[in-house]
């Protein structure tokens, strides 16, 4: 089992930044990727970033340039940096943790509020 705890949502405004974390515990290794989902009212699930064991990084079209994704030595500490916020990035934003094998954990998430 792994247990995933975000912090670092609140309520910005536009052109602001914020930082997200995910604490994770437990049976976390090996891991394929982490990650950060997000959802807005009325609106499905949407992949923001990633980046697997290796390193490498994903993001969406809509954040590039303005998030990054990255983890600590340790790896069991997964961040987003969120600069340039616009009201279009208002959701509860997920921490996922994939080991591959269909294994896939979330956190409980944590609002990020963008105000115009």
């Known amino acids: 089992q792994v247990q995933l705890v975000e912090s670092g949502g609140g309520l910005v405004q536009a052109g602001g930044s914020l930082r997200l974390s995910c604490a994770a515990s437990?049976?976390?290794?090996?891991?394929?990727?982490m990650g950060w989902y997000r959802q807005a009212p009325g609106k499905q699930r949407e992949l923001v970033a990633t980046?697997?064991?290796?390193?490498?990084?994903n993001y969406a079209e809509s954040v590039k340039g303005r998030f990054t994704v990255s983890t600590d030595n340790a790896k069991n500490t997964l961040t987003l940096q969120m600069n340039s916020l616009k009201p279009e990035d208002t959701a509860v934003y997920y921490c996922?943790?994939?080991?591959?094998?269909?294994?896939?954990?979330w956190g409980q998430g944590t609002q990020v509020t963008v105000s115009s």
């Open positions: 437990g049976r976390i290794f090996p891991v394929n990727a």
């Open positions: 980046i697997t064991r290796g390193g490498s990084t």
């Open positions: 996922n943790w994939n080991k591959g094998w269909g294994n896939v954990y």
